[in-house]
Every structure is written in structure tokens, then in C-alpha cells.
């Protein structure tokens, strides 16, 4: 008689749904890597770019502190949106000459010291203001808020939408 101990091969086989369990497992693993590679992407485009996500936040937390200074609105939290991104404005001369009959315009950046001159940065334009605030079920603080934000903003009350929140 032989009395061999089941090698672990064997008892892997002898395992009743071996093969859900092994599915689930591979299951779970696509997931995580899914998410942890949205998660490093995410990361990387906020660190990079033209500085427009940076820009956005802090108009954001600016706004919701101001807000909420504002008699009965309690708690408020804001989201904004904008079109497009950031853009640098640069110092350019223009020349123009004469080419035969026809006069030639060619503009060329202004260097000093071997780098652009930058005149200033325009920040993209917003598009749209969510204001969420418990005390916005009073119609004047409701329209408080909303001369607030435009006024920090700059922005046309068309682009603000107030929300009462929990």
C-alpha cells in the first residue's frame, strides 16, 4: 500500500472553486493597478502644467473664506471653471521693410541677455461659479453671495449659480 502524502499541487486541485478564487484575485489586482495608475497620473498633472489647476484652487478656498464671511451664510464651499489656460504675454519689435513694391512686417521677441522679455501673464477666462452655502435659502444672503462673487471675480452674474447646502 502506498501511503504518499498528497504533494501541494494535489491538494491545490483538490480546492472546490479554486478557479473563482483565482479570477477574483486577478480581478482585484487589475483594479489596483488601474487606480494606482490613475492616482500617479493625477498626481504628475497637477505638479506639471501651466499652473491653471493651482490657479483655480486657490481663486477657489479665496472665494469660499471671503463667502463665508458673509452674515448668515454659513458654511460655503465654491467650484469655478475656466476656459483654456494660462498664457505669457511677450515683449515683440516689429519691423517692417521695403520689397520692391510691397512693404514686408516681420515681428521677432525683444531678448535681453539672451531671454524673452516677459510683459505680464493672462489668466484663462472664467466660465462658470458654483456656490454652495447652507444659509443660501435666504433670499438675502442668497443675493449677497452672489454680488460677492461677482465682485471678486469680476464676472457676469450669469456665471454664478448658488446652491443651499445641507
Known sequence: MDTKKPGLIDRIKKIKGLEYIVIGIIAILIVVIILSDNLFESKSKSKSGDGVTEYVSSLESRLATTLSGVKGAGKVSVAI?????????????????????????????VLVGGKV???????????????????????????????????FLSVDSAKVKIFTGK
Request: hydrophobic share 40%; no cysteine.
Open 81 to 109: 471653471s475656466v476656459a483654456g489656460g494660462n498664457k505669457t504675454i511677450i515683449a515683440t519689435d516689429v519691423t517692417t521693410t521695403k520689397n520692391g513694391t510691397e512693404l514686408q512686417t516681420t515681428e521677432s521677441a
Open 117 to 151: 522679455v516677459v510683459l505680464g501673464e493672462t489668466y484663462p477666462e472664467i466660465t462658470g461659479v458654483v456656490i454652495v452655502a447652507s444659509g443660501a435659502s435666504d433670499p438675502v444672503v442668497k443675493m449677497n453671495l452672489l454680488s460677492a462673487a461677482e465682485t
